[in-house]
T-cell receptor, first 113, second 109 residues
């Protein structure tokens, strides 16, 4: 158990819908990262937050957004969902920033039908 | 942007054989990290290498960081069925950690 929690574990929805994925980092960690993992693309970095502020942006679509709240939990919002958005979404947390080891949560499996 | 290439994409070995995966970055890295993801699981941190030419061992696993800090390798001696999974390298650039696509290792008993 990494100490990072993600909810829900599974999510099935339809095209065009909007969903919110939730992540609670390890106690004391200030950084939260979001990744998308699909079979053909591997682990794609989406976005990083550090202590509530956006720190780095990766291959995140405009239809996706994220935020980190004062209690340090984070949410990833996916809107206007397409079939191709079906993937595993991982959240990871680390202590001081991108140079630290990242601890991954169990992931949310999103299926868009 | 920074790219991290990992080869092979996939390897199937017999239990007891050795296994190596290689990682190459398009840019010089400040450190490189290795993660293992078991089937159905999430990536789990294995090790971090920081110094040029660094070699670290964890039981049957040997990790190397190249002299130019642009490449790395993971070698497993005498694989076991518990080694099954996907091994990812992740290169630390200026501000982000870039993951390779991983090497999936299958071990037959």
């Amino acid at each position: 158990d990494s100490g990072v929690t993600q909810t829900p574990k599974h999510l099935i929805t339809a095209t065009g819908q909007r969903v919110t994925l939730r992540c609670s980092p390890r106690s004391g960690d200030l950084s939260v990262y979001w990744y998308q993992q699909s079979l053909d693309q591997g682990l794609q970095f989406l976005i990083q937050y550090y202590n509530g502020e956006e720190r780095a942006k990766g291959n995140i679509l405009e239809r996706f957004s994220a935020q980190q709240f004062p209690d340090l939990h984070s949410e990833l919002n996916l809107s206007s969902l397409e079939l191709g958005d079906s993937a595993l979404y991982f959240c990871a947390s680390s202590g001081q920033g991108a140079r630290d080891t990242q601890y991954f949560g169990p992931g949310t499996r999103l299926t868009v039908l | 942007g920074q790219q991290v290439m990992q080869i092979p994409q996939y390897q199937h070995v017999q239990e007891g054989e050795d296994f190596t995966t290689y990682c190459n970055s398009s840019t010089t890295l400040s450190n490189i990290q290795w993660y293992k993801q078991r089937p159905g699981g999430h990536p789990v941190f294995l090790i971090q290498l920081v110094k040029s030419g660094e070699v670290k061992k964890q039981k049957r696993l040997t990790f190397q960081f190249g002299e130019a800090k642009k490449n790395s390798s993971l070698h497993i001696t005498a694989t076991q069925t518990t080694d099954v999974g996907t091994y990812f390298c992740a290169g630390q650039g200026y501000s982000t950690l870039t993951f390779g696509k991983g090497t999936m290792l299958l071990v037959s008993p």
